[in-house]
T-cell receptor, first 115, second 115 residues
């Protein structure tokens, strides 16, 4: 079953609190991503991970960090969340190298509200 | 870096008519152009893509056209059905300043198919 699973799906935090968003995939994909989606802005790439401990900044990495200790698991961490980090966060995965068709598989999204 | 502009933020068509969503990109070297569909409250899933070595691709009722000279690509949905109602995102990657994996998304077009 090809699936990307995100936890939690909904989260409310206060400004300054830490946030952990978790993502898992069962397809043994090497490459995983974190995007955020805001109205009128589409999806913006926060971080990309090419494999375990091989992470690269995307277009908007400031205020975020990631961790990938197992191929099937990719975490997004917000240390001291800010109100402008209120958003819907999507995790995605894809094959890489010569097997990469380019297609991303997305999770269901995690809606974060920072008060 | 690459910028992808999606020209129609909303689009309404009558059931059975065709819908056309247009995107432009800035990086001449971009070579991969996928489209994703997001139904209300759900995640994104891949619908069709086109690579720069062709200028037209069709999959059932979906047609993608690519004009490399104008740096423009479009999604045509023929014989629209109510279940085509969703937000459609175009994207581009493979440009000079980014890897094949780093998709840059447009802002999204909300398509409504009216019975």
């Amino acid at each position: 079953d090809m699936k990307v699973t995100q936890m939690p799906r909904y989260l409310i935090k206060r400004m300054g609190e830490n946030v952990l968003l978790e993502c898992g995939q069962d397809m043994s994909h090497e490459t995983m991503y974190w995007y955020r989606q805001d109205p009128g802005l589409g999806l913006q790439l926060i971080y990309i991970s090419y494999d375990v401990d091989s992470n690269s900044e995307g277009d908007i990495p400031k205020g975020y960090r990631v961790s990938r200790k197992k191929r099937e698991h990719f975490s997004l961490i917000l240390d001291s969340a800010k109100t402008n980090q209120t958003s819907v966060y999507f995790c995605a995965s894809s094959l890489s190298g010569t097997a990469n068709t380019g297609q991303l598989y997305f999770g269901e999204g995690s809606k974060l509200t920072v008060l | 870096g690459e910028k992808v502009e999606q020209h129609e933020s909303t689009l309404s068509v009558r059931e059975g008519d065709s819908a056309v969503i247009n995107c432009t990109y800035t990086d001449t070297a971009s070579s991969y152009f996928p489209w994703y569909k997001q139904e209300a409250g759900k995640s994104l899933h891949f619908v069709i893509d086109i690579r720069s070595n062709v200028d037209r691709k069709q999959s059932q009722r979906l047609i993608v056209l690519l004009d490399k000279k104008a740096k423009r690509f479009s999604l045509h949905i023929t014989a629209t059905q109510p279940e085509d109602s969703a937000i459609y995102f175009c994207a581009a990657s493979g440009g000079a300043s980014s890897s094949f994996s780093k998709l840059v998304f447009g802002q999204g077009t909300s398509l409504s198919v009216v019975p």
